[in-house]
């Protein structure tokens, strides 16, 4: 077991440990509102730039960075809010224990997603070769490593500057046994 392999349990540990203490409600309005936030922001903080800058006489590019996080803040605040009602709700009407026991689904799924894209992308041809080498020769990242290759493929994949090294699916992890 290397560094790497360390560091993939102790993350996963630690979303898992999140999804406990947050459970399943305040999960799912979090990741809602960073995504409904995002998209809001991009979609509007122009709209919201333009009238602000007309009411505070602010400079365009203030007005735009303002305006994007105003809205993605504001967002991300309503669903917070909505995702603590939920969660009292949950516990009033006794599912205290199924929304901690999704949260801790959940935050495994999500801590998997992170580790599956950042190995991904640690194996990439940008990374340094010592890192890459650290990736590679990891037994616990090899399944998060075709997982995250997989995520990107079904998204269009990767400019070829990114693809990872050659070698990535046919890395043995040191000590394997040879078939």
Known sequence: MNLVDILIWLIL?????????????????????????????????????????????????LATILSFIFIFLLIGLLFFLLGHILTVM????????????????????????????????????????????YILRSRTAAPFLETGKEIVAGWGGLPELLKPASGVNRTKPAGASKD
């Open 13 to 61: 540990a630690g979303f898992v440990y999140k999804g406990f203490t947050k459970g399943l409600v305040r999960q799912i309005c979090s990741l809602m509102g960073f995504l409904l936030g995002g998209w809001a922001a991009i979609k509007y903080h122009i709209y919201l730039a333009d009238a602000s800058r007309n009411l505070i006489h602010l400079p365009h590019y």
């Open 90 to 133: 949950f516990r009033i009407i006794l599912l205290g224990g199924v929304n901690r026991v999704g949260g801790v689904a959940l935050g495994f799924l999500e801590g998997a997603f992170i580790i599956c894209l950042a190995l991904y992308f640690g194996a990439s041809k940008p990374a340094p070769e010592k890192f890459r080498g």
